[in-house]
Protein backbone atom coordinates (compact mmCIF):
# COMPACT_ATOMS: atom_id res chain seq x y z
CA UNK A 1 0.00 0.00 0.00
CA UNK A 2 2.83 1.99 0.62
CA UNK A 3 4.48 1.81 -2.21
CA UNK A 4 1.18 2.24 -4.14
CA UNK A 5 0.24 5.72 -2.03
CA UNK A 6 3.88 6.77 -3.21
CA UNK A 7 3.04 5.93 -7.05
CA UNK A 8 0.00 7.85 -6.68
CA UNK A 9 1.36 11.04 -5.25
CA UNK A 10 4.44 10.78 -8.14
CA UNK A 11 2.22 10.85 -10.27
CA UNK A 12 -0.12 14.02 -9.14
CA UNK A 13 2.92 15.87 -8.81
CA UNK A 14 4.09 14.83 -12.12
CA UNK A 15 0.69 15.81 -13.57
CA UNK A 16 0.98 19.14 -11.53
CA UNK A 17 4.36 19.80 -13.59
CA UNK A 18 2.72 19.17 -16.83
CA UNK A 19 -0.04 21.68 -15.98
CA UNK A 20 2.21 24.26 -15.15
CA UNK A 21 5.01 23.62 -17.76
CA UNK A 22 1.77 23.93 -20.48
CA UNK A 23 0.14 27.00 -18.31
CA UNK A 24 4.03 28.96 -18.64
CA UNK A 25 4.10 27.91 -22.78
CA UNK A 26 0.66 29.22 -23.20
CA UNK A 27 1.35 32.70 -21.35
CA UNK A 28 4.54 33.00 -23.67
CA UNK A 29 2.84 31.82 -26.78
CA UNK A 30 -0.24 34.03 -26.32
CA UNK A 31 1.89 37.09 -25.14
CA UNK A 32 3.71 37.42 -28.41
CA UNK A 33 0.29 36.92 -30.44
CA UNK A 34 -0.83 39.65 -28.72
CA UNK A 35 1.84 41.73 -28.53
CA UNK A 36 1.93 41.25 -32.52
CA UNK A 37 -1.73 42.57 -33.21
CA UNK A 38 -1.03 45.78 -30.45
CA UNK A 39 1.83 46.61 -32.06
CA UNK A 40 -0.20 48.36 -34.52
CA UNK A 41 -1.18 50.53 -31.97
CA UNK A 42 2.25 51.34 -30.65
CA UNK A 43 1.87 49.15 -27.54
CA UNK A 44 2.88 45.80 -25.97
CA UNK A 45 1.93 43.62 -23.15
CA UNK A 46 3.25 45.31 -19.65
CA UNK A 47 4.62 43.03 -16.43
CA UNK A 48 1.91 40.33 -17.48
CA UNK A 49 -0.48 38.66 -19.77
CA UNK A 50 -3.40 38.65 -17.32
CA UNK A 51 -2.23 42.16 -15.79
CA UNK A 52 -2.58 43.86 -19.11
CA UNK A 53 -5.79 42.19 -19.86
CA UNK A 54 -7.70 43.37 -17.13
CA UNK A 55 -6.94 47.11 -17.22
CA UNK A 56 -9.92 47.34 -19.36
CA UNK A 57 -7.85 48.59 -22.33
CA UNK A 58 -5.54 46.49 -23.98
CA UNK A 59 -8.47 43.96 -24.03
CA UNK A 60 -10.51 46.45 -25.96
CA UNK A 61 -7.46 47.44 -28.54
CA UNK A 62 -6.74 43.77 -29.23
CA UNK A 63 -10.07 43.07 -30.74
CA UNK A 64 -10.64 45.45 -32.50
CA UNK A 65 -7.00 44.91 -34.39
CA UNK A 66 -8.30 40.98 -34.35
CA UNK A 67 -11.45 41.80 -36.30
CA UNK A 68 -9.79 44.55 -38.08
CA UNK A 69 -13.24 46.86 -36.99
CA UNK A 70 -14.25 49.81 -34.39
CA UNK A 71 -16.53 49.46 -31.24
CA UNK A 72 -18.88 51.87 -31.90
CA UNK A 73 -19.77 52.40 -28.26
CA UNK A 74 -18.79 54.91 -25.96
CA UNK A 75 -15.73 53.76 -23.46
CA UNK A 76 -14.15 55.20 -20.52
CA UNK A 77 -10.72 55.58 -21.69
CA UNK A 78 -9.02 56.24 -18.05
CA UNK A 79 -10.91 53.28 -16.14
CA UNK A 80 -9.58 53.23 -12.34
CA UNK A 81 -12.07 52.15 -10.59
CA UNK A 82 -13.40 48.13 -10.77
CA UNK A 83 -17.29 49.04 -12.14
CA UNK A 84 -15.36 51.12 -14.96
CA UNK A 85 -12.86 47.87 -16.06
CA UNK A 86 -15.62 45.19 -15.82
CA UNK A 87 -17.91 47.92 -18.35
CA UNK A 88 -15.29 48.23 -20.65
CA UNK A 89 -14.48 44.97 -20.67
CA UNK A 90 -18.19 43.87 -21.24
CA UNK A 91 -18.16 46.05 -24.00
CA UNK A 92 -15.21 44.25 -25.72
CA UNK A 93 -16.85 41.01 -25.03
CA UNK A 94 -20.32 41.64 -26.82
CA UNK A 95 -18.34 43.53 -29.93
CA UNK A 96 -16.95 40.13 -30.53
CA UNK A 97 -20.28 38.63 -30.67
CA UNK A 98 -21.53 41.38 -33.06
CA UNK A 99 -18.39 40.43 -35.05
CA UNK A 100 -19.54 36.82 -35.33
CA UNK A 101 -18.28 34.89 -32.12
CA UNK A 102 -20.77 32.29 -31.02
CA UNK A 103 -21.52 32.72 -27.54
CA UNK A 104 -20.86 28.93 -26.67
CA UNK A 105 -17.11 30.16 -27.71
CA UNK A 106 -16.81 32.85 -24.83
CA UNK A 107 -16.56 30.99 -21.90
CA UNK A 108 -15.10 34.19 -19.42
CA UNK A 109 -17.17 36.61 -18.47
CA UNK A 110 -15.61 40.63 -17.68
CA UNK A 111 -15.47 39.83 -13.68
CA UNK A 112 -13.28 36.95 -14.93
CA UNK A 113 -10.77 39.13 -17.07
CA UNK A 114 -10.93 41.78 -14.74
CA UNK A 115 -10.01 39.35 -11.25
CA UNK A 116 -6.79 38.08 -13.49
CA UNK A 117 -8.06 35.00 -13.59
CA UNK A 118 -4.95 33.11 -15.89
CA UNK A 119 -6.68 29.52 -16.79
CA UNK A 120 -10.02 31.80 -18.39
CA UNK A 121 -8.00 33.77 -20.01
CA UNK A 122 -5.89 31.48 -21.74
CA UNK A 123 -8.52 29.45 -22.76
CA UNK A 124 -10.49 32.19 -24.02
CA UNK A 125 -7.40 33.37 -25.94
CA UNK A 126 -7.25 30.10 -27.71
CA UNK A 127 -10.52 30.19 -28.64
CA UNK A 128 -10.14 33.18 -30.31
CA UNK A 129 -6.53 31.82 -31.71
CA UNK A 130 -8.32 29.27 -33.24
CA UNK A 131 -11.65 31.42 -34.75
CA UNK A 132 -9.28 34.58 -35.82
CA UNK A 133 -5.94 32.48 -37.14
CA UNK A 134 -5.97 29.02 -37.67
CA UNK A 135 -9.87 28.75 -38.87
CA UNK A 136 -8.95 31.11 -41.43
CA UNK A 137 -6.49 27.84 -43.17
CA UNK A 138 -7.83 27.59 -46.86
CA UNK A 139 -9.77 24.39 -46.31
CA UNK A 140 -10.51 23.33 -42.99
CA UNK A 141 -14.17 24.90 -42.64
CA UNK A 142 -14.92 21.72 -40.94
CA UNK A 143 -11.72 20.08 -39.45
CA UNK A 144 -10.63 20.57 -36.13
CA UNK A 145 -7.75 22.75 -35.07
CA UNK A 146 -5.44 19.81 -35.01
CA UNK A 147 -6.28 18.22 -38.73
CA UNK A 148 -6.88 21.82 -39.96
CA UNK A 149 -3.34 22.95 -38.80
CA UNK A 150 -1.42 19.55 -40.05
CA UNK A 151 -3.07 19.97 -43.43
CA UNK A 152 -1.39 23.15 -43.79
CA UNK A 153 1.87 22.23 -42.92
CA UNK A 154 1.68 19.42 -45.46
CA UNK A 155 1.08 21.87 -47.99
CA UNK A 156 3.61 24.12 -46.55
CA UNK A 157 6.42 21.23 -46.91
CA UNK A 158 5.46 19.65 -49.51
CA UNK A 159 8.66 18.54 -52.14
CA UNK A 160 10.84 18.85 -49.17
CA UNK A 161 12.92 15.40 -48.67
CA UNK A 162 12.51 13.89 -45.59
CA UNK A 163 9.86 15.52 -44.06
CA UNK A 164 7.22 13.35 -43.10
CA UNK A 165 3.66 14.88 -41.25
CA UNK A 166 2.01 12.35 -39.96
CA UNK A 167 -1.31 12.63 -37.74
CA UNK A 168 0.62 13.22 -34.46
CA UNK A 169 2.43 16.38 -33.84
CA UNK A 170 4.90 14.89 -32.02
CA UNK A 171 6.01 12.56 -34.49
CA UNK A 172 5.74 14.30 -37.12
CA UNK A 173 8.24 17.09 -35.69
CA UNK A 174 10.52 15.38 -33.72
CA UNK A 175 13.62 15.55 -36.25
CA UNK A 176 13.39 19.08 -37.00
CA UNK A 177 12.81 18.57 -40.59
CA UNK A 178 9.43 19.92 -40.88
CA UNK A 179 10.38 23.28 -38.91
CA UNK A 180 13.31 24.06 -41.26
CA UNK A 181 11.51 23.26 -44.02
CA UNK A 182 8.99 25.44 -43.03
CA UNK A 183 11.66 27.95 -42.40
CA UNK A 184 12.95 27.64 -45.97
CA UNK A 185 9.02 28.16 -47.28
CA UNK A 186 9.30 31.27 -45.15
CA UNK A 187 12.13 32.59 -46.72
CA UNK A 188 14.41 30.91 -49.30
CA UNK A 189 17.89 33.23 -48.07
CA UNK A 190 17.45 32.40 -44.35
CA UNK A 191 18.67 28.44 -44.82
CA UNK A 192 19.68 25.78 -47.31
CA UNK A 193 17.78 22.94 -46.42
CA UNK A 194 19.68 20.25 -47.89
CA UNK A 195 22.56 21.00 -45.51
CA UNK A 196 20.68 19.82 -42.22
CA UNK A 197 20.10 16.53 -44.07
CA UNK A 198 22.74 14.61 -42.06
CA UNK A 199 22.61 16.40 -38.96
CA UNK A 200 21.30 15.13 -35.55
CA UNK A 201 17.73 16.10 -34.82
CA UNK A 202 18.86 17.79 -31.61
CA UNK A 203 21.01 20.13 -33.70
CA UNK A 204 18.48 20.63 -36.29
CA UNK A 205 15.89 21.36 -33.48
CA UNK A 206 18.01 23.87 -31.93
CA UNK A 207 18.87 25.49 -34.76
CA UNK A 208 15.21 25.90 -35.99
CA UNK A 209 13.87 26.99 -32.45
CA UNK A 210 16.97 29.94 -32.95
CA UNK A 211 16.25 30.84 -36.55
CA UNK A 212 12.19 30.78 -35.90
CA UNK A 213 12.87 33.16 -33.35
CA UNK A 214 15.18 35.57 -34.99
CA UNK A 215 13.17 35.95 -38.84
CA UNK A 216 9.86 35.11 -37.57
CA UNK A 217 9.48 35.98 -34.41
CA UNK A 218 8.90 33.06 -32.99
CA UNK A 219 9.39 32.76 -29.29
CA UNK A 220 11.16 29.62 -28.33
CA UNK A 221 8.40 27.47 -26.07
CA UNK A 222 9.44 24.32 -26.03
CA UNK A 223 12.95 22.30 -24.66
CA UNK A 224 14.53 20.85 -27.69
CA UNK A 225 15.15 17.28 -25.86
CA UNK A 226 11.77 16.50 -24.93
CA UNK A 227 10.65 17.26 -28.87
CA UNK A 228 13.53 14.53 -29.80
CA UNK A 229 12.79 12.25 -27.33
CA UNK A 230 9.05 12.24 -28.11
CA UNK A 231 8.08 13.31 -24.31
CA UNK A 232 6.87 16.86 -24.91
CA UNK A 233 3.46 17.79 -24.44
CA UNK A 234 1.67 17.41 -27.84
CA UNK A 235 -0.67 20.40 -26.89
CA UNK A 236 2.79 22.62 -26.66
CA UNK A 237 3.90 21.41 -29.66
CA UNK A 238 0.66 22.41 -32.10
CA UNK A 239 0.67 25.72 -29.91
CA UNK A 240 4.13 26.06 -31.19
CA UNK A 241 3.16 24.92 -34.90
CA UNK A 242 0.26 27.78 -34.75
CA UNK A 243 2.53 30.57 -34.22
CA UNK A 244 4.50 29.47 -37.30
CA UNK A 245 1.11 29.88 -39.26
CA UNK A 246 0.87 33.02 -37.55
CA UNK A 247 4.13 34.33 -38.75
CA UNK A 248 3.76 33.33 -42.40
CA UNK A 249 -0.05 35.55 -42.12
CA UNK A 250 1.11 38.15 -40.69
CA UNK A 251 4.02 37.82 -43.43
CA UNK A 252 1.25 37.92 -46.10
CA UNK A 253 -0.46 40.95 -44.39
CA UNK A 254 2.48 43.13 -44.55
CA UNK A 255 3.57 41.88 -48.02
CA UNK A 256 -0.23 42.85 -49.12
CA UNK A 257 0.21 46.18 -47.18
CA UNK A 258 3.52 47.36 -49.51
CA UNK A 259 2.00 46.15 -52.45
CA UNK A 260 -1.04 48.60 -51.38
CA UNK A 261 1.43 51.63 -50.99
CA UNK A 262 3.77 50.54 -53.73
CA UNK A 263 0.45 50.95 -55.64
CA UNK A 264 -0.81 53.97 -54.86
CA UNK A 265 2.88 55.99 -55.21
CA UNK A 266 2.83 54.45 -58.62
CA UNK A 267 -0.58 55.53 -59.10
CA UNK A 268 0.33 59.02 -57.88
CA UNK A 269 3.49 58.93 -59.99
CA UNK A 270 1.03 58.28 -63.62
CA UNK A 271 -1.31 60.86 -62.87
CA UNK A 272 1.25 63.48 -62.80
CA UNK A 273 2.89 61.95 -65.84
CA UNK A 274 -0.86 62.35 -67.93
CA UNK A 275 -1.22 66.20 -66.41
CA UNK A 276 2.39 66.83 -68.02
CA UNK A 277 2.12 65.30 -71.11
CA UNK A 278 -1.72 66.83 -71.38
CA UNK A 279 0.05 70.48 -70.60
CA UNK A 280 2.55 69.54 -73.46
CA UNK A 281 0.26 68.29 -75.58
CA UNK A 282 -1.89 71.95 -75.14
CA UNK A 283 1.28 73.50 -75.33
CA UNK A 284 2.20 72.59 -78.85
CA UNK A 285 -1.38 73.11 -80.07
CA UNK A 286 -1.11 77.18 -78.58
CA UNK A 287 2.36 76.87 -80.79
CA UNK A 288 0.77 75.81 -83.94
CA UNK A 289 -2.21 78.27 -83.78
CA UNK A 290 0.02 80.65 -82.88
CA UNK A 291 1.93 80.27 -86.55
CA UNK A 292 -1.33 80.09 -88.26
CA UNK A 293 -2.50 83.52 -86.49
CA UNK A 294 1.45 85.02 -87.45
CA UNK A 295 0.63 83.73 -91.16
CA UNK A 296 -2.58 85.45 -91.14
CA UNK A 297 -1.09 88.37 -89.77
CA UNK A 298 1.14 88.86 -93.00
CA UNK A 299 -1.05 87.99 -95.33
CA UNK A 300 -3.40 91.13 -94.32
CA UNK A 301 0.17 93.13 -94.03
CA UNK A 302 0.49 92.30 -97.94
CA UNK A 303 -3.08 92.99 -98.18
CA UNK A 304 -2.80 96.64 -96.28
CA UNK A 305 0.14 97.27 -98.86
CA UNK A 306 -1.83 96.36 -102.00
CA UNK A 307 -4.47 98.16 -101.42
CA UNK A 308 -2.29 101.73 -100.39
CA UNK A 309 -0.60 101.10 -103.74
CA UNK A 310 -4.06 100.97 -105.28
CA UNK A 311 -4.69 104.18 -103.05
CA UNK A 312 -2.14 105.82 -104.31
CA UNK A 313 -2.56 104.79 -107.75
CA UNK A 314 -6.25 105.85 -107.88
CA UNK A 315 -5.55 109.59 -106.50
CA UNK A 316 -2.92 110.01 -108.99
CA UNK A 317 -5.60 108.87 -111.68
CA UNK A 318 -8.05 111.30 -110.11
CA UNK A 319 -5.71 113.79 -110.27
CA UNK A 320 -5.22 113.88 -113.65
CA UNK A 321 -8.56 113.39 -114.51
CA UNK A 322 -9.51 116.66 -112.49
CA UNK A 323 -6.60 118.24 -114.32
CA UNK A 324 -8.08 117.42 -117.66
CA UNK A 325 -10.63 120.09 -118.89
CA UNK A 326 -12.45 117.52 -121.23
CA UNK A 327 -13.75 114.67 -118.58
CA UNK A 328 -16.67 114.72 -118.39
CA UNK A 329 -18.94 114.99 -115.48
CA UNK A 330 -20.14 111.45 -115.09
CA UNK A 331 -16.83 109.93 -115.77
CA UNK A 332 -15.87 112.35 -112.85
CA UNK A 333 -18.49 111.18 -110.22
CA UNK A 334 -17.79 107.10 -110.98
CA UNK A 335 -14.12 107.82 -109.93
CA UNK A 336 -15.07 110.34 -106.69
CA UNK A 337 -17.31 106.30 -106.05
CA UNK A 338 -14.59 104.41 -106.56
CA UNK A 339 -12.31 106.46 -104.59
CA UNK A 340 -15.09 106.16 -101.80
CA UNK A 341 -15.14 102.52 -101.66
CA UNK A 342 -11.33 101.97 -101.77
CA UNK A 343 -11.15 104.62 -98.62
CA UNK A 344 -13.65 102.32 -97.07
CA UNK A 345 -12.16 98.90 -98.00
CA UNK A 346 -8.82 100.48 -96.32
CA UNK A 347 -10.52 101.38 -93.36
CA UNK A 348 -12.19 97.81 -92.99
CA UNK A 349 -8.84 96.45 -93.73
CA UNK A 350 -6.97 98.58 -91.13
CA UNK A 351 -9.43 97.33 -88.10
CA UNK A 352 -9.31 93.67 -89.32
CA UNK A 353 -5.43 94.26 -88.58
CA UNK A 354 -5.60 95.81 -85.40
CA UNK A 355 -7.88 92.91 -84.13
CA UNK A 356 -5.30 90.96 -85.52
CA UNK A 357 -2.97 92.12 -83.86
CA UNK A 358 -4.63 92.33 -80.57
CA UNK A 359 -5.50 88.36 -80.82
CA UNK A 360 -1.23 87.98 -81.53
CA UNK A 361 -0.68 89.30 -78.52
CA UNK A 362 -3.54 87.33 -76.66
CA UNK A 363 -1.89 83.93 -78.02
CA UNK A 364 2.14 85.02 -77.03
CA UNK A 365 0.31 85.98 -73.39
CA UNK A 366 -0.95 82.26 -73.15
CA UNK A 367 1.82 80.68 -74.69
CA UNK A 368 4.32 82.50 -72.27
CA UNK A 369 1.41 81.32 -69.29
CA UNK A 370 1.62 77.53 -70.66
CA UNK A 371 5.56 77.75 -70.29
CA UNK A 372 5.29 78.70 -66.62
CA UNK A 373 3.00 76.19 -65.60
CA UNK A 374 5.07 73.71 -67.32
CA UNK A 375 8.23 75.12 -65.56
CA UNK A 376 6.10 74.83 -62.16
CA UNK A 377 4.91 71.30 -63.34
CA UNK A 378 8.45 69.84 -63.34
CA UNK A 379 9.55 71.70 -60.38
CA UNK A 380 6.60 69.82 -58.78
CA UNK A 381 7.62 66.94 -59.81
CA UNK A 382 10.73 67.13 -58.27
CA UNK A 383 9.07 68.29 -55.10
CA UNK A 384 7.29 65.26 -55.20
CA UNK A 385 10.08 63.21 -55.92
CA UNK A 386 12.06 64.70 -52.68
CA UNK A 387 8.88 64.27 -50.65
CA UNK A 388 9.37 60.97 -51.18
CA UNK A 389 12.64 60.32 -50.12
CA UNK A 390 12.42 62.64 -46.82
CA UNK A 391 9.47 60.60 -46.24
CA UNK A 392 11.08 57.07 -46.37
CA UNK A 393 14.20 59.26 -44.38
CA UNK A 394 11.26 60.35 -41.92
CA UNK A 395 9.53 56.81 -41.48
CA UNK A 396 13.20 55.12 -40.69
CA UNK A 397 14.02 57.85 -38.11
CA UNK A 398 10.18 57.82 -36.22
CA UNK A 399 11.17 53.72 -35.93
CA UNK A 400 14.41 54.29 -34.16
CA UNK A 401 12.57 57.00 -32.05
CA UNK A 402 10.13 54.58 -30.98
CA UNK A 403 12.65 51.77 -30.58
CA UNK A 404 14.05 54.48 -28.29
CA UNK A 405 10.61 55.01 -26.86
CA UNK A 406 9.68 51.43 -25.87
CA UNK A 407 13.04 51.34 -23.72
CA UNK A 408 11.97 54.86 -21.92
CA UNK A 409 8.49 53.08 -21.71
CA UNK A 410 9.94 50.38 -19.49
CA UNK A 411 11.89 52.39 -17.30
CA UNK A 412 8.69 54.57 -16.54
CA UNK A 413 6.85 51.68 -16.22
CA UNK A 414 9.40 50.27 -13.45
CA UNK A 415 9.09 53.65 -11.58
CA UNK A 416 5.17 53.82 -11.53
CA UNK A 417 5.28 50.14 -10.22
CA UNK A 418 7.56 51.37 -7.51
CA UNK A 419 5.57 54.34 -7.02
CA UNK A 420 2.66 51.64 -6.87
CA UNK A 421 4.15 50.45 -3.98
CA UNK A 422 4.40 53.64 -1.98
CA UNK A 423 0.75 54.58 -2.37
CA UNK A 424 -0.39 51.01 -1.50
CA UNK A 425 1.72 51.48 2.16
CA UNK A 426 0.45 55.19 1.93
CA UNK A 427 -3.35 53.86 1.71
CA UNK A 428 -2.89 51.65 4.23
CA UNK A 429 -1.98 54.31 6.93
CA UNK A 430 -5.24 56.23 5.99
CA UNK A 431 -7.24 53.37 6.48
CA UNK A 432 -6.02 53.28 9.76
CA UNK A 433 -6.63 56.73 10.64
CA UNK A 434 -9.48 56.75 9.38
CA UNK A 435 -10.60 53.78 11.58
CA UNK A 436 -9.86 55.96 14.41
CA UNK A 437 -11.88 58.92 13.31
CA UNK A 438 -14.68 56.81 12.65
CA UNK A 439 -14.42 55.55 16.84
CA UNK A 440 -14.31 59.03 18.04
CA UNK A 441 -17.22 59.93 15.63
CA UNK A 442 -19.07 57.10 17.45
CA UNK A 443 -18.62 58.71 20.57
CA UNK A 444 -19.41 62.45 19.30
CA UNK A 445 -23.35 60.95 18.56
CA UNK A 446 -23.97 59.70 21.33
CA UNK A 447 -22.81 62.66 23.73
CA UNK A 448 -24.95 64.39 20.73
CA UNK A 449 -27.86 62.11 21.39
CA UNK A 450 -27.77 63.24 25.15
CA UNK A 451 -27.72 66.46 24.48
CA UNK A 452 -30.93 66.55 22.18
CA UNK A 453 -32.57 64.41 25.22
CA UNK A 454 -31.90 67.37 27.70
CA UNK A 455 -33.13 70.00 25.02
CA UNK A 456 -36.62 68.40 24.21
CA UNK A 457 -36.98 68.18 28.26
CA UNK A 458 -36.55 71.66 28.19
CA UNK A 459 -39.37 72.48 25.63
CA UNK A 460 -41.87 70.27 26.88
CA UNK A 461 -41.57 72.07 30.08
CA UNK A 462 -41.76 74.85 28.61
CA UNK A 463 -45.00 74.14 27.23
CA UNK A 464 -46.36 73.56 30.09
CA UNK A 465 -46.01 77.23 30.91
CA UNK A 466 -48.06 78.21 27.93
CA UNK A 467 -50.67 75.99 28.79
CA UNK A 468 -50.25 77.47 32.06
CA UNK A 469 -50.93 81.39 30.18
CA UNK A 470 -53.27 80.25 27.50
CA UNK A 471 -56.10 79.36 30.67
CA UNK A 472 -55.18 82.84 31.89
CA UNK A 473 -55.53 85.31 28.70
CA UNK A 474 -58.51 82.92 27.61
CA UNK A 475 -61.21 83.06 30.62
CA UNK A 476 -64.04 84.35 28.89
CA UNK A 477 -63.15 83.51 25.32
CA UNK A 478 -62.55 80.73 22.97
CA UNK A 479 -58.93 79.61 22.54
CA UNK A 480 -58.23 78.36 18.83
CA UNK A 481 -55.84 75.44 19.99
CA UNK A 482 -55.75 72.38 21.68
CA UNK A 483 -53.51 72.03 25.11
CA UNK A 484 -49.64 71.81 23.62
CA UNK A 485 -48.93 69.13 25.48
CA UNK A 486 -51.65 66.34 24.95
CA UNK A 487 -50.99 67.48 20.75
CA UNK A 488 -47.28 67.06 20.81
CA UNK A 489 -47.05 63.62 23.19
CA UNK A 490 -49.66 62.60 20.87
CA UNK A 491 -48.00 62.97 17.87
CA UNK A 492 -44.13 62.69 18.22
CA UNK A 493 -43.18 59.87 20.57
CA UNK A 494 -43.30 57.85 17.02
CA UNK A 495 -40.40 59.90 15.81
CA UNK A 496 -36.47 60.03 15.92
CA UNK A 497 -34.80 62.72 18.38
CA UNK A 498 -34.11 64.99 15.80
CA UNK A 499 -37.64 64.85 14.58
CA UNK A 500 -39.11 65.17 17.86
CA UNK A 501 -36.68 68.59 18.32
CA UNK A 502 -37.77 70.23 15.29
CA UNK A 503 -41.74 69.48 15.72
CA UNK A 504 -41.75 70.65 19.14
CA UNK A 505 -39.81 73.91 18.44
CA UNK A 506 -42.30 74.33 15.25
CA UNK A 507 -45.32 73.85 18.07
CA UNK A 508 -44.25 76.09 20.43
CA UNK A 509 -43.69 78.70 18.11
CA UNK A 510 -47.09 78.90 16.43
CA UNK A 511 -48.53 78.34 19.98
CA UNK A 512 -46.57 81.58 21.05
CA UNK A 513 -47.43 83.36 17.95
CA UNK A 514 -51.12 83.12 18.82
CA UNK A 515 -50.84 83.93 22.82
CA UNK A 516 -49.40 87.22 21.63
CA UNK A 517 -52.21 88.38 19.74
CA UNK A 518 -54.51 87.22 22.80
CA UNK A 519 -52.21 89.39 24.51
CA UNK A 520 -52.48 92.10 22.33
CA UNK A 521 -56.70 92.49 22.52
CA UNK A 522 -56.73 92.38 26.40
CA UNK A 523 -54.64 95.25 26.22
CA UNK A 524 -56.71 96.84 23.66
CA UNK A 525 -60.04 96.77 26.18
CA UNK A 526 -58.46 97.68 29.09
CA UNK A 527 -57.57 100.97 27.27
CA UNK A 528 -60.95 101.28 26.01
CA UNK A 529 -62.36 100.93 29.70
CA UNK A 530 -60.12 103.15 30.83
CA UNK A 531 -61.58 105.98 28.73
CA UNK A 532 -64.77 105.39 29.25
CA UNK A 533 -64.28 105.83 32.61
CA UNK A 534 -62.80 109.26 32.05
CA UNK A 535 -65.87 110.71 30.59
CA UNK A 536 -68.51 109.37 32.48
CA UNK A 537 -69.97 113.12 34.40
CA UNK A 538 -71.10 114.28 30.96
CA UNK A 539 -74.97 113.23 30.62
CA UNK A 540 -77.12 110.74 32.31
CA UNK A 541 -77.53 108.19 29.25
CA UNK A 542 -74.01 108.57 28.87
CA UNK A 543 -73.48 107.12 33.17
CA UNK A 544 -75.83 104.85 32.81
CA UNK A 545 -74.27 103.53 29.76
CA UNK A 546 -70.58 103.59 31.63
CA UNK A 547 -72.34 101.95 34.49
CA UNK A 548 -72.98 99.21 31.99
CA UNK A 549 -69.69 99.18 30.72
CA UNK A 550 -67.86 99.60 33.96
CA UNK A 551 -69.94 96.28 35.51
CA UNK A 552 -68.30 93.61 33.06
CA UNK A 553 -64.97 95.43 32.86
CA UNK A 554 -65.13 94.96 36.74
CA UNK A 555 -66.10 90.92 36.77
CA UNK A 556 -63.22 90.99 34.57
CA UNK A 557 -60.98 92.56 36.70
CA UNK A 558 -62.36 90.40 39.48
CA UNK A 559 -61.80 87.30 37.15
CA UNK A 560 -58.13 88.25 36.41
CA UNK A 561 -57.51 89.13 40.23
CA UNK A 562 -58.83 85.59 41.25
Request: hydrophobic residues 35%; aromatic residues 6%; proline residues 1%.
Amino acid sequence: RSTGGNAIGMTSVDQSLKDKAWEEVQIKAFTHWANSMLAKRNKKIVNSLQESFADGLTIIDFVEELTEKRLKQKYNRKPTMRIALITNTHLALEFLKQCGLEQKFITISAEDLVDKNIKFLLGFLWTLFRKFRIATIEGAEDKSTEEGLLMWVRKVTEGYDGVKITNNFVESFHDGLALLAMIDKFDGNIIKYPEYKNKPPIERITEAFDLAEKNLGVPKLLDANEVVNGTVDERSVVLYVSLYFHAFVSNEEKKKEREAREAELRQTKAKASEEIDALKLLLEQELTENEKLKLKLKKLGDEHVDLSSRYSSAAEEMSKMRKGLNSTSEEMSAIQLKLANLLQTNSELEQKYAKTKKLINERDERISLLERENSELSSTKKKLQNQIKETKEEFDRKFLEKEERVEELEAEVEALTKEKEELTDELREWKMKYNKLKEKASEQEKLQALGLDGLLKNLKEHSKDMDTWKDYLEQDREYPSETIIQRSEGEINSRSREDQLSFMTDALESENRKLQVLLKQREIEEEEAAASKKNSSTTKKTNDSDVKDKKPTADRSAKKKQ
